[in-house]
């Protein structure tokens, strides 16, 4: 069920697409939750249910975990291995962030030595104005500016479990 619905989400957005020749806001906001649910979302679907058959089982006095579920659950609350989790998915964002942010300024610049220049100068940042930035139109542009908060978040946000580990 969860493949059928993802796959009629990735329809709907190339019907939308067929239909108005543009990408739009709604556009981007599919296909970020289609990449989600095909690399995260699968692994949050599967905690969830997890978590689901535990109260399910508790509420009926059944039991509905295996060993197996147990010892996942026990190793998702080890600070150590969590930590270690998410400096892996951050480091493989870091590289995604790179070449994407490489492929969008590709297109927008004509030489290496003018996107050293857009990274040595980040005045283009404040502008707001894709004329001015390394980004050849308005939508890679909001894409590059919402990726890069979201990076920054996503950065912060992983690297904290290994700063300030919790004491479980």
Not at 9 to 28: C, D, K, P, R
Not at 48 to 66: H, Y
Not at 101 to 114: A, H, R, V
């Amino acid at each position: 069920m969860f493949f059928i619905l993802l796959v009629a989400e990735a329809l709907l957005g190339m019907y939308v697409y067929q239909h108005t020749g543009e990408i739009s806001n709604f556009l981007i906001i599919i296909m970020i939750f289609v990449i989600y649910a095909c690399t995260f979302g699968i692994f949050d679907f599967l905690r969830l249910d997890r978590w689901m058959r535990n109260k399910i089982g508790n509420w009926r006095g059944v039991e509905l975990l295996t060993d197996k579920d147990y010892t996942i659950m026990d190793r998702n609350k080890n600070p150590k291995y969590i930590a270690k989790k998410y400096r892996i998915s951050s480091m493989i964002h870091i590289v995604l962030f790179i070449l994407g942010q490489t492929i969008f300024w590709s297109l927008g610049t004509d030489s290496w030595e003018e996107m050293k220049a857009y990274l040595t100068d980040l005045s283009w940042v404040e502008q707001g104005d894709f004329t001015q930035s390394p980004y050849p139109n308005k939508t890679l542009f909001s894409i590059g500016m919402l990726w890069g908060i979201v990076f920054v978040v996503d950065l912060i946000y992983s690297w904290s479990y290994t700063l300030f580990p919790s004491k479980r």
